[in-house]
């Protein structure tokens, strides 16, 4: 089974400050999907971003964009400007081309200082 | 469009209760699963199902049960509830080559 490591379970971020989350993941699959899922105090999973292995190209999403290297199995995320709104744990997870099941980090705690 | 309905919300039972936490879809995927949600454990797979009639085991799937009638309803059963199954539930809903969509969540406390 996939492995998802996320280090740093909090961050503190000054608002409108960049901040960046770190993932690695272990596989031997050359076909899957990462992605990252924001958790705010609602509890409802949101997802924030996903990035295709095959794509070389790095996924941006707004004010999120994420560093993927294949070789080195990791996946980093980045916050740019942050807003208040951002606070909230975020996870990385993992997803095998081939089915369907997620494999989850432990997640990291963002915290956005006023 | 409703995308993943869980109920309940919240539930508190007693050691020994029964119960069964819904989910239901209305976007046709085939893929259905249930995690749960421990502090600094992240999101872990308790069990899964491919297709309506399908199911199977994920990672901590003891203590709960599935069933898979329809390809819209997946719900998870707790026969009978144990302290070690307080936490927060999820089930998410996947079609091929998408993300997971998740349900609002469940918090169950069990005394």
């Known amino acids: 089974a996939q492995t998802v490591t996320q280090s740093q379970p909090e961050m503190s971020v000054q608002e409108a400050e960049t901040v960046t989350l770190s993932c690695t993941y272990d596989?031997?699959?050359?076909?899957?999907?990462l992605f990252w899922y924001k958790q705010p105090p609602s509890r409802q999973m949101i997802l924030v971003i996903r990035?295709?292995?095959?794509?070389?190209q790095n996924a941006t999403e707004n004010r999120f964009s994420v560093n993927f290297q294949k070789a080195a199995k990791s996946f980093s995320l980045k916050i740019s400007d942050s807003q208040l709104g951002d606070a909230a744990m975020y996870f990385c997870?993992?997803?095998?081309?081939?089915?369907?099941?997620?494999?989850f980090g432990k997640g990291n705690q963002v915290v956005v200082i006023p | 469009n409703a995308g993943v309905t869980q109920t309940p919300k919240f539930q508190v039972l007693k050691t020994g209760q029964s119960m069964t936490l819904q989910c239901a879809q209305d976007m046709n995927h085939e893929y259905m699963s249930w995690y749960r949600q421990d502090p600094g454990m992240g999101l872990r797979l308790i069990h899964y199902s491919v297709g309506a009639g399908i199911t199977d085991q994920g990672e901590v799937p003891n203590g709960y049960n599935v069933s898979r009638s329809t390809t819209e309803d997946f719900p998870l059963r707790l026969l009978s509830a144990a302290p070690s199954q307080t936490s927060v539930y999820f089930c998410?809903?996947?079609?091929?080559?998408?993300?997971?969509?998740f349900g609002q969540g469940t918090r169950l406390t069990v005394v």
């Open positions: 596989t031997s699959e050359s076909d899957y999907y």
């Open positions: 990035q295709e292995a095959y794509k070389q």
């Open positions: 997870a993992y997803k095998s081309y081939g089915n369907n099941r997620l494999a």
């Open positions: 998410a809903s996947t079609a091929k080559n998408t993300e997971a969509f």
